[in-house]
């Protein structure tokens, strides 16, 4: 049995979107033919029930760890996934926080689906699509900023399309060293996070994020990447003249996210566990 999406698409933003018709005028490509918003009470209901799944785990993992916890962010990444089981996640799971890695797909999403839709990029960001990016009203944060260059261009985009607020941007740091990461090195966080506090009016940096290696060390009882991250903060905290001192880490994804909370995490990155596996990019 398909349900009907109950969502009226009339596009009329709430008051803080404001500024949506004119930051859309930005957006003129030819975007990809939408699909059927359509879905299966079967289907929805799967989904609901993965997403309780990942909370329980993220409340049980949190009162381990006593009173006192910061709330921890469940990002659900829906890269190559249709439009269909986000409108399922939101209406029936009341979910709301989406995480989209290529710009195009995110793009033709954010013009399909509610507008109150907190939407996060966790792509690679390329400068010359800084400005697709930025002309998405609801974009909650972009998750990859990874040098001073990418911030410098993320910040002209949004003067560009007029966005009302400074967008919040999470530096992405390669803690693994590996050359397939993206991010930059530790030792390049303080000085990106000076360049944004000084040079980006128009970027709110709200915190750090990193991907980390998929076979860490857990010798030590901990995530070697994880550590590495919290000791990024540690570092611009220690900067006084930055006067920064309320940094998220978005660090933990399907198969770790349990332990990336134990370690500090704020906000964690789940795919498949909620909408299982994706077909490979061509054939999406």
Same mark, same amino acid.
């Given at each position: 049995?398909?349900?009907?999406?109950? @969502?009226?698409?009339?596009?009329?933003?709430?008051? =803080?979107?404001?500024?949506?018709?004119?930051?859309?005028?930005?957006?003129?490509?030819?975007?990809?033919?939408?699909?059927?918003? /359509?879905?299966?009470?079967?289907?929805?209901?799967?989904?609901?029930?993965?997403?309780?799944?990942?909370?329980?785990?993220?409340?049980?993992?949190?009162?381990? *760890?006593?009173?006192?916890?910061?709330?921890?962010?469940?990002?659900?990444?829906?890269?190559?996934?249709?439009?269909?089981? $986000? &409108?399922?996640?939101?209406?029936?799971?009341?979910?709301?926080?989406?995480?989209? #890695?290529?710009?195009?797909? *995110?793009?033709?999403?954010?013009?399909?689906?509610?507008?109150? $839709?907190? @939407?996060?990029?966790?792509?690679?960001?390329?400068? =010359?699509? +800084?400005?697709?990016?930025?002309?998405?009203? #609801?974009?909650?944060?972009?998750?990859?900023?990874? %040098?001073?260059?990418?911030?410098?261009? *993320?910040?002209?985009? +949004?003067?560009?399309?007029?966005?009302?607020?400074?967008?919040?941007?999470? &530096?992405?740091?390669?803690?693994?060293?590996?050359?397939?990461?993206?991010?930059?090195?530790?030792?390049?966080?303080? =000085?990106?996070?000076?360049?944004?506090?000084?040079?980006?009016?128009?970027?709110?940096?709200?915190?750090?994020?990193?991907?980390? %290696?998929?076979?860490?060390?857990?010798?030590?009882? /901990?995530?070697?990447?994880?550590?590495? *991250?919290?000791? +990024?903060?540690?570092?611009?905290? /220690? /900067?006084?003249? &930055?006067? $920064?001192?309320?940094?998220?880490?978005?660090?933990?994804?399907?198969?770790?996210?349990?332990?990336?909370?134990?370690?500090?995490?704020?906000?964690?990155?789940?795919?498949?566990?909620?909408?299982?596996?994706?077909?490979?990019?061509? %054939?999406?």
């Amino acid at each position: 049995m398909l349900l009907r999406p109950r @969502w009226i698409f009339t596009r009329t933003a709430p008051s =803080n979107y404001s500024l949506a018709n004119s930051i859309r005028s930005y957006s003129k490509r030819s975007l990809p033919v939408r699909m059927s918003l /359509e879905y299966s009470e079967e289907r929805a209901d799967e989904l609901v029930e993965n997403i309780a799944g990942v909370q329980a785990q993220i409340l049980e993992t949190r009162q381990s *760890l006593g009173d006192g916890v910061q709330e921890v962010r469940l990002v659900a990444v829906s890269k190559l996934k249709p439009s269909s089981d $986000i &409108l399922a996640a939101y209406q029936r799971a009341g979910h709301r926080h989406f995480g989209e #890695n290529y710009v195009q797909e *995110l793009e033709a999403k954010s013009q399909e689906l509610p507008v109150d $839709i907190e @939407w996060h990029f966790i792509g690679t960001l390329q400068s =010359n699509k +800084c400005k697709i990016v930025a002309a998405i009203p #609801n974009l909650f944060v972009v998750e990859t900023v990874d %040098s001073e260059q990418k911030a410098t261009a *993320l910040n002209k985009a +949004c003067v560009n399309v007029g966005r009302p607020e400074p967008l919040r941007i999470f &530096l992405q740091v390669n803690t693994s060293g590996e050359e397939s990461k993206s991010g930059m090195e530790p030792g390049d966080v303080v =000085n990106v996070a000076r360049h944004v506090k000084f040079n980006c009016p128009s970027l709110r940096l709200a915190g750090l994020m990193t991907i980390g %290696s998929p076979n860490p060390d857990l010798e030590n009882g /901990e995530n070697p990447d994880f550590k590495a *991250l919290n000791g +990024c903060r540690t570092a611009i905290y /220690e /900067e006084k003249e &930055l006067h $920064i001192s309320d940094l998220e880490l978005s660090m933990g994804m399907s198969d770790d996210f349990q332990r990336a909370i134990l370690q500090g995490s704020t906000n964690i990155r789940v795919g498949s566990t909620i909408f299982g596996s994706r077909p490979p990019k061509s %054939s999406a």
